[in-house]
């Protein structure tokens, strides 16, 4: 499966991803896609299987890219403190901006995934959260946070993602200052 950024099955993913959010995936049908992609509905079967391959597409987009920000924002992190800020900003910045569609279909179209296609796009959420623990347990460790790591990812997951339900970019706080105070709040005192 290619995803070059600039590729035209990334286009149609990214295309898919904004009418499934806007619509819902089983309200977007494969005409809607090709038509506002400006092609036949039957030239989208050149680059997908099925519209489910479409919906597994857009998820994995979503996923695999803000779990790449996430390992490069680590990597360059110099303390854990920065580390757990990284978790925070790669977090939000991905959710509330460029993957943000991708990331909503992910979290709200779940149900209309087929059994068969679920394993490999928990391998991807996996490999995702398997990052957040790992900072999360050495913030345990140095004190930053509290010991029950696993609930706390699970609670500030579900918090962060419950975001774009109600953040608005011409609101109060910026994206990073959102980050900056959801981060703050999960410090201990």
Do not use: C
Not at 2 to 28: C, K, Q, T, W
């Amino acid at each position: 499966m290619s995803l070059e950024p600039n590729s035209r099955r990334m286009e149609l993913v990214r295309i898919a991803a904004r009418l499934f959010r806007d619509h819902g995936y089983e309200r977007s049908t494969v005409r809607d896609i090709a038509t506002a992609a400006g092609m036949q509905s039957g030239s989208l079967f050149y680059h997908f299987r099925n519209k489910e391959e479409i919906l597994v597409a857009v998820m994995a987009l979503g996923i695999s890219s803000t779990t790449e920000q996430l390992g490069e924002a680590l990597a360059q992190a110099g303390n854990v403190e920065q580390r757990l800020a990284a978790l925070f900003h790669v977090h939000l910045h991905s959710l509330l901006g460029e993957n943000q569609a991708a990331l909503e279909v992910m979290l709200y179209e779940w149900r209309s995934v087929s059994e068969a296609a679920r394993p490999g796009l928990v391998v991807l959420r996996d490999r995702y959260e398997a990052l957040w623990q790992q900072v999360l347990d050495e913030a345990a460790a140095a004190g930053l946070v509290k010991a029950n790591t696993r609930l706390l990812r699970r609670t500030l997951l579900g918090s962060l993602h419950w975001s774009v339900q109600w953040y608005r970019k011409e609101g109060s706080l910026s994206v990073a200052e959102l980050a900056d105070e959801i981060m703050a709040l999960a410090l201990r005192d």
